[in-house]
């Protein structure tokens, strides 16, 4: 049962690290500020993964740590599905910032267990 539940949990952070990277080819939009981003991204970690806080915390703990706050609002703009700002913070993001997100977000399982 464990396995399986591992597997839940792979496949549920493969589907979210996956939305945080197409969504941006989609859209254009508006930001708030970066400790908001953190939040946000805390809620909509146990919304839409049904994650535990502690580990949506953790979650949130390095985006604010690992990440600018553009990388942040982006994070945040694909986890509640607003394309359109996704899409504008993609335009002022480099390739490696946007790398960085997407690495934090496949990499989630192992440093947020």
Known sequence: MRVCNQSIRLRRTAI???SLLILPF????GAIAGSEHVAGIE??????????PERCECIGDHAEADLNDNQQAFMYAQATGNAAEAQRLQGSMTIDEMTEVGQLMTGIDGICP
């Open 26 to 29: 989609m859209a254009a939009g």
């Open 43 to 52: 809620q909509e970690c146990e919304a839409q993964l049904g994650y535990a």
């Open 16 to 18: 979210f690290a996956a």
